[in-house]
């Protein structure tokens, strides 16, 4: 890919700059009129310039590795010499792939998927109208989950490093003997050892190992904060005037929504404090607990006290700072909350620094015999908490919805208590299942909590979430498999629509060519079954989690030894579950662990893992500032900042292209321009996830009013869908009557659906079987040219109409009825 100009050897040409005059123009009057840009926004996965505008040879005219905006060589200088663009519009392409699948660094972004999760529970609360308190405590809610999995992240490091591995086998001779890198911190057979190993020591030593994960944790997102976060939006004037007219807000249009700074920032202290003060505290449960026995220090005894008075009064810090304030979206926010910022996570950090020194204090005679820490405590107190709060989101987002009931809404309103629970259940399982892990390579041959080993193995609790897991993926399969047979069920129904479709039918009709049309419909068709699917789910992880708590508490023991003496039957269920559940969540672990390595060092899986995060992370970090950044406050600025210079240089025409997840992009950007600028600019969307998925899943800021709003707003705006595809859909926004009280003055929205395949069999334009295309290709289709081209024609007519723009030379005359979209090639139709 061509980067550099001739004559820049070290910067790419910068062509952002107001092209000059062309020949024989007066200077100041900018090019002559006509000139048209499509301004190209690919979807998930990435797409390379060179395929997006079909040339092998591009150029980067403005932006970075990271985004940039690419022209055809041939294009570059298009702006001089707008005659030459008459009959069709410039290409550019805006290139986004990189803000989620660039470097090999991304590749650390896998252990963050719980807190991506969870973060998308904030934006997926039910339509509020006005009900700022319940939004207020929804909002608090999720941050509170939140901060709960960053302690439960750090909780499980501890676990491995602090009880596994100082505690138990360190502790434990034989341990030590199999595994002789633990030497120099371990027993010996005779209970002694070298200075390391008095267990209060081998504690402090371990602790280094969470302690440098919550410093990973903070670097990468101060990290990306710089780069995301910190990205200055589209100044706009008419911000206010905006907000006092009659139309429904839109809170992706106010200034504040893609500027996060603050709230990230203040977000990241608390969360690094959480870890710091986690980590102290698991160090300094053991110690305390040892100085309070009969016979103990009455200083060390004292200095225990101050440090976990310490960790309380801190901790308190962080839920204050955590629950006090949320997102300004209505203004721009560049304050920073420099004492929070600052002081709470060095303050933790001196917590953890005592809890150390008062571990290191020498204890003659203290032996790691039993469970001295708090694990079963802790992991119990925390599924507990989660669950509590996640019931609570529920009900409050039945409370919101009920008030103002939203069509299409997932769930009925529990679509972000749904996703809160499945961010729970990755994180248990990605905790238990480095624990289950490791407790496994240290005890050998035994099986971890059933006594036939070296070490007594992971908490109890952990033992039994991981014996759900077994529960769950069976119940998974079961539903699988009703959605299997209701697929083989839908695509042999369908195959007589697909044979309306098609007029050539009757002349060689082919029962396996409709019934692969009719499967594609009917696997696109399962989308909109997902969130009960994913809703089912959350409910029996709830049922089970609450199961193992239950079970840990009553018990005090693990599945396998707590059915013994109960019937055949359920003595072999429990130890069935215990022992695939062990071997299920540590052979996950692994797995994630060999991803993440392949996707280190091969590009081509990194951008497969992108895809993923091209989905989760379009939301700002509005409850877990340890998730990975939010692309969407690069692109937006981005793409607004270029529609808005391109359009006030060359006072030219705009269409913005967006294809699936840049069609998001797309709606996000337009909302962020003037209303003048907004007269020029049109917008394509085609595969579109705006109403589909956006729209139920995030009904707060993509239900129908918002996007009927951004028709008004918009008025040349076009849609393409197809049944095929299983990520688009129409939005479902009909045309607007205008003052005279025709109908059509402002089309539909929605063109389709399209036709996919083109044609049924071998014709006379399509002389080879014509594939099916799905979530591909709408270019492909001859409804993507005669749309754009009609955009084109009605921003004409209406920038005509505008008082004070004069008809221009050399553009032709408006024909009659001139700006209405037809409805294109045979077999659409307007939704």
Known sequence: MQTKGPGTPDAYRDHTAVPGPAPGQAEGTGPPPGLNLELLVHGVGGTTPEEMLGDPRTERITGDRTAAVHRRPD??????????????????????????????????????LPFMVVNLAHWARPAADGRRTAVRVHGVVVRLLALSLTVLLVAAACEVALDLVAWQCAGTAACVAEHSWLGFM??????????????????????????????????????????????????????????????????????????????????????????????????????????????????LD?????????????????????????????????????LTVTALPGIALGVLLLAVVHACLSRPGWESAGRELPGDETFGVLAVVQGTLAVGLGGLGLFLHRRRPVPRTVLRGLGAAAIALLACGLGGVMSGGVAQRVADWLDGEG????????????????????????????????????FAYRLWRSSGLLT????????????????????????????????????????????VSLLLGTAAV???????????????????????????????????IGFGFLLFLALGRRAYQDPSARRTIGILWDVGTFWPRAAHPFSPPCYAERAVPDLAWRMATWTKATGGRLVISGHSQGSVLAAAAVWHL?????????????????????????????????????????HCWRNLWRLTDPIGGPVAI??????????????DVDRGPLLDPLAYGRTVTHPLPAPILGHGEYQADPAFDEERDQLLHRLRQERRTEPGVPHQPGEPEPAPGEGRLAQGSAGTSSA
């Open 302 to 338: 004292a200095l225990g006290w101050l440090t976990e008075a310490l960790v309380v009064a801190a901790s308190l810090w962080v839920l204050y700072v955590v629950c006090r304030r949320g997102r300004k979206e209505r203004r721009k926010d560049d304050a920073l909350d420099r």
């Open 550 to 584: 239950l079970g840990t508490w009553l018990t005090q023991e693990v599945p396998g030894r707590a059915a013994d003496g109960m019937p055949d039957v359920v003595d072999g269920f429990a130890d069935t579950v215990q022992a695939l559940g062990s071997w299920l």
């Open 496 to 539: 007589e629509e697909v044979d309306r479709s098609y007029p050539e039918v009757s002349e060689g009709w082919d029962a396996s060519r409709s019934r692969r049309i009719g499967g594609a419909i009917a696997r696109a068709g399962l989308t909109d079954s997902a969130p009960w699917l994913v809703g089912f789910i959350a409910l």
């Open 75 to 112: 294009d570059v200088d298009a702006e001089s010499r707008p005659q030459d663009y008459r009959d069709e519009p410039v290409a550019e392409a805006y290139c986004w792939a990189n803000l989620t699948s660039g470097n090999g660094a991304r590749a650390l972004w896998l252990i963050l």
């Open 186 to 299: 371990g027993v010996d057979s005779s209970g002694g050892g070298g200075w390391w190993s008095q267990p209060g020591r081998r504690l402090a030593l371990a602790a280094v190992v969470p302690a440098l994960l919550t410093g990973l944790l903070w670097w990468l997102s101060h990290r990306t904060w710089a780069a995301y976060e910190s990205q200055p939006p589209l100044r706009r004037e008419n911000t206010d005037a905006e907000r006092g007219t009659d139309r429904a807000r839109v809170p992706l249009a106010e200034p504040g929504f893609w500027y996060g700074r603050r709230l990230v920032a203040r977000l990241r202290a608390a969360h690094t404090a959480a870890g710091f003060l986690t980590v102290a505290a698991g160090v300094a449960a053991a110690a305390t607990r040892y100085d309070r026995k009969p016979g103990g220090s009455a200083l």
């Open 734 to 747: 009909r045309g607007a009557v205008g003052e005279s009280g025709a109908e059509g003055e402002r089309p």
């Open 674 to 714: 003037e209303p003048a600028t907004r007269g020029q600019v049109a917008m394509l969307t085609y595969g579109s996830p705006l109403e589909r998925l956006y729209g139920r899943w995030f009904p707060a800021y993509f239900g129908p009013d918002q996007l009927r709003a951004l028709h008004e707003e918009l």
């Open 447 to 482: 099986t971890p909590g059933m006594g036939n080993g070296r070490i007594q193995g992971p908490p109890t609790m952990l033992t039994w979430q991981a014996s759900i897991l077994p529960v769950l993926l069976g119940v998974l399969l079961v539903l699988l498999g009703w």
